[in-house]
């Protein structure tokens, strides 16, 4: 099993949607938690940190699902610029005492005008 | 600087030849983390550095390739003999704080003919 997983999509919605992507790390230890956002292989942007009690920014929300150790990603009334790649992204302190982000694969958004 | 700085943009090598990337992380960061990135989008973890010293180097293949940060100096991460599976992009990323937000360069993408 993959430290991190996600479905890599792709997520084909209409404007206006609202879409929602999963996240699932295998490390119940896992401290720190992040989507990114990369466009067309340039590099990745922070959307968000994942909190506890979940965020919220803008048509953005992310939760956190620590007992089911998953992680969501909900945007609401999709833009045809929010077609992206979105990376999930863990952080974890490995036993040996360093420090690791991990990285998932990402999944694919394309919102269609 | 404000922004992590990554050079060159582009690199094409012959198989067997020497690449060098550079990257300057923000100032005040404490932490760089080197990344492969290759076709499938997955991020393959190299090694990072805790200022000038090797943090975490477990990801590192090491009969080709070395890393450096030296004081006053960009980090490099250099490949001796590159091979074609060599192909790829680079990023790097700058961590101030651990379990922070990773900011990333604009990476370097190389290519071995």
């Known amino acids: 099993r993959k430290e991190v997983e996600q479905d890599p999509g792709p997520f084909n919605v209409p404007e206006g949607a609202t879409v929602a992507f999963n996240c699932t790390y295998s490390n119940s230890a896992s401290q720190s938690f992040f989507w990114y956002r990369q466009d067309c292989r340039k590099e990745p942007k922070l959307l968000m940190s994942v909190y506890s009690s979940g965020n919220e920014d803008g048509r953005f929300t992310a939760q956190l699902n620590r007992a089911s150790q998953y992680i969501s990603l909900l945007i609401r009334d999709s833009k045809l610029s929010d077609s992206a790649t979105y990376l999930c992204?863990?952080?974890?302190?490995?036993?040996?005492?360093?420090?690791?982000?991990?990285f998932g694969t990402g999944t694919r958004l394309k919102v269609l005008a | 600087g404000e922004e992590v700085a990554q050079t060159p943009k582009h690199l094409v090598r012959g198989e067997g030849q020497k690449a060098k990337l550079y990257c300057a992380p923000i100032?005040?960061?404490?932490?760089v983390f080197w990344y492969q990135q290759v076709l499938k989008n997955e991020f393959k973890f190299l090694i990072s550095f805790q200022n000038e010293n090797v943090f975490d180097e477990t990801g590192m293949p090491k009969e080709r390739f070395s890393a450096k940060c030296l004081p006053n100096s960009p980090c490099s991460l250099e490949i001796q003999a590159t091979k074609l599976e060599d192909s790829a992009v680079y990023f790097c990323a700058s961590i101030h704080i651990l379990n922070t937000e990773a900011f990333f360069g604009q990476g370097t993408r190389l290519t071995v003919v």
């Open positions: 100032k005040g960061h404490s932490y």
């Open positions: 992204v863990v952080s974890d302190t490995i036993s040996s005492g360093t420090y690791k982000y991990i």
